[in-house]
Structures are given as structure tokens and as C-alpha cells.
């Protein structure tokens, strides 16, 4: 349940705008991949091109090559809601389907792969749940609208429901932005204890929470304002923190922009 990813040559364009410009990079299976960056240069761009998200903004399109596991996402004959399913992701703002229940919440992706019976579906929004570090804390509490709960409890809600579907890849584009740090430190273990199944990338603007949580790091910029955003350099993230090859990173990092 866990696959590599390799992207080459990788351009994203909305419309004439090209946002991101000849990204290759490897992610491995069961670790944690972070994108760091200054605002603008094209981090989520680049993580919804990962599972064909980014053509669903009119206009927008994509070159180059993402392969999963050697299996091209990008080739005619892969519908991208296959890819979708395989490479499930999770957003900025905990979306919830508000006025469905905790339950429902973690059920309905479940219910698009066809009809369950009902004692295997609770066991498997159970286990989901479970998966999420939700489970005890809304386990007598599972028919109350998931709109119902924390904004901590919400994400990870989102994260059940990404997981339940059995993906192969989670996306995370800056889980934690809109959580207080008792909420992210939650999501933080959890990240932490889903690696072992899963590959995952996330985009974050917390310097320490790429540093605490992940593997390898890959720093975007941009050469010049209205210039596409690249890749800088990407490597282990205790070398990007301690002694990045390039100087643009090293400011970044050390706060001196973005
Ligand atoms: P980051 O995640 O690093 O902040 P984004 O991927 O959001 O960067 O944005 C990269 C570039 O793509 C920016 O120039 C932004 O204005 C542009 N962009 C992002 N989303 C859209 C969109 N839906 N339509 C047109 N341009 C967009």
C-alpha cells in the first residue's frame, strides 16, 4: 500500500502561465516527502499534479512524466479518477461533508466501490477511524454531522476518510495551517505513524514542522518574479536544514525570505 513516485520533466502551465518548470524528482514509499518554499512558486501546483488534480482547473495542463511505481498517471488510457482513488489527498481547510455524519463521512468514499454490508462497513470506518488516532475520540459520538467537531478532529476526519479507500500515496497540502499547535502536533504523530504504510508528501510553511516530520525535503523558488517556480534542490532533510548546497535555501530556511 505504499508505491514510489518518480516525476521527470515536469511542467504545469494555467493557460499560458507556466508555473512550474522541468521538476524531476524521486519520492519513496513509506516516507514522509516535504515541499518547502517561499508563497507563489508552485508547491501545491506541483502536489496536485501528482494526482491529476491540476487539470481540473479549466485550461490547465501538464508535460512531462509522473510515474507511479513505473505505471504512467499521465497516459490516455489512466482515467484520473483511478488515480484519485490510489493517490488520495488532503487539504489546507479540514472539508468535511458538513451536514453528513462522522460516520458517513468515512463510509461514502467506501460506498463509491460498490455495495458493503453493513457490519463489514463498521469495520471498516472503525478501522479507519482508528487509523486516524480518531477513533476514541468520537467513537460514541459517530452519528453527530462532522461539522460538529474541533478543527483538529475534522482534519484527521479527512484523513479517515482519505485513508479508508486504501491509497497507495496521501497528499497533504498544508494540513496544518489552519489548526492551533496542540491540533497539529496530533496531526504531526499521526503523519508520523501513517509513513509506515504510506508514502506521503506534504507542502508546509512551518519550517519545524518539515524539520520534525519528514524525510526528505524539496525547496521551490522562483529565478525572478513572473519566472516558473523549480526545484532548487532536494535531499535528506537534516542536510537541507543543517548544510543545503545552495544559497537561496540556506536564506529560506534561515528566514531571510518568504
Ligand atoms: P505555492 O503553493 O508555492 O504557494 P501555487 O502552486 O499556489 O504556489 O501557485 C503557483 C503559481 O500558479 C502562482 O503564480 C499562482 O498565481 C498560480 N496559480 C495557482 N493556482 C492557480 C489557478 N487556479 N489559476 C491560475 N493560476 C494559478
Known sequence: MSKQ??????????????????????????SITAFIGPSGCGKSTFLRTLNRMHEVVPGARVEGKVLLDGEDLYDPDVEPVSVRRMIGMVFQRPNPFPTMSVYE????????NGRIPKPELDDLVEDSLKGANLWNE????????GARLSGGQQQRLCIARAIAVKPEVLLMDEP?????PISTLAIEELMSKLKNEYTIVIVTHNMQQAARVSDRTAFFNLAAQGQPGKVIEMDETS?????????ATRDYITGRFG
Open 5 to 30: 513516485i518518480q516525476v521527470s520533466g515536469l511542467d504545469a502551465y494555467y493557460g499560458s502561465h507556466k508555473a512550474i518548470e522541468d521538476v524531476s524528482m524521486t519520492i519513496e514509499p513509506r
Open 105 to 112: 463521512n468515512v463510509a461514502a468514499g467506501l460506498r463509491l
Open 138 to 145: 468520537v467513537k460514541n459520538r459517530l452519528n453527530e454531522p
Open 176 to 180: 496544518c495551517s489552519a489548526l492551533d
Open 239 to 247: 542536510r537541507i536544514f543543517t548544510s543545503p548546497s545552495y544559497q
